[in-house]
């Protein structure tokens, strides 16, 4: 029965929700649906609902609002019985409908950790992002992220699931502090332009690969310019192009770090292409490689307009 009261995670003593309760969880994450309102975000959302198959639509859907990225959810408790897994602390359960009752609560693969002789899951499904380590990317990262904030970017890790690697998107007017000065320390409060999120799972060299990988469609000109003298406005490319010299950015940086380096998958994809899309501008390409490596190695200096 719908009223029946139900354990978070099927094993007694856990937190119990009714019917009235499941419904109005249920209707507040479908009214954060209406975030969607960019058609890049809801074209994302649709693939997201296609690709998730083991899940009906609409539980798709509730997945995405909640932890966008997800790719494997199962119960605590059978992530423990088949998969000898369990929660990492804090994680925060995911809603789904359940057909015995108002809602079930999962988790993401990337919510958990294996517990004692768990059998090892396949690389597509644990980490699908993973990416060898690079030598000397500690420093490199640390520098970026201080770099980017004179051109008013914001780098921040996200509990993203484990399908979601990272993305760059325009501030909706928040701020960071900046250290303009070192000597004397003189530290500035300035608005924040655009917000690079990366999956907070990430190790070092996954997160700088993802903060190259964003920045070269910034340096690009992908998301438009404040002022043309600092990059372009290229904006109204196709995607397969930016995602080209998105990459071929990051690919570049990566290496300038680590001659080794071997990027993830999602990183090289179009770079793999037989053919070079028509439209990708390598002088584009090599002025924003140029920037990203700076970044990475000194401390860059204040743009002479900004």
Known sequence: MLDELFAMDGSPGSAQVTKNEARASIDALVSEAWQYKRSADFRDLLEFVGKFRFQAPFNALLLHIQRPGASFVETAQRWRDR?????????RPLIVLWTFGPVMFVYDVS????????????????????MPPMVGVEQALVSTIDNAKLDRVRVTAAPSGSLSAGCIRVSSGATQPVQVSRRPPVVE???????????????????????????????????????????????????A??????????????????????????LAQYLEWPEVPEGV?????????GRVVDMASKRLPRRKDS
């Open 83 to 91: 998969y000898g897994r369990r929660v990492k602390p804090g994680e």
């Open 111 to 130: 919510q958990t950790e294996p517990d004692g002789d768990a059998p090892v899951l396949p690389l597509r499904v644990a980490m699908p992002f993973a």
């Open 189 to 239: 409060n300035w608005p924040v332009r655009y917000e690079i999120e990366h999956n907070e799972t990430f190790s070092p060299s996954e997160v700088y690969a993802t903060i190259a990988h964003e920045l070269g469609h910034l340096y690009c000109g992908h998301l438009g310019t404040p002022n043309p003298k600092w990059w372009p406005d290229r904006r109204h490319l196709p995607e």
């Open 241 to 266: 192009v930016r995602e080209f010299e998105a990459e071929a950015v990051a690919f570049m940086a990566c290496r300038r770090i680590d001659p080794d380096a071997v990027l993830p998958p999602h």
């Open 281 to 289: 501008s390598l002088d584009h390409v090599v002025r924003a490689t």
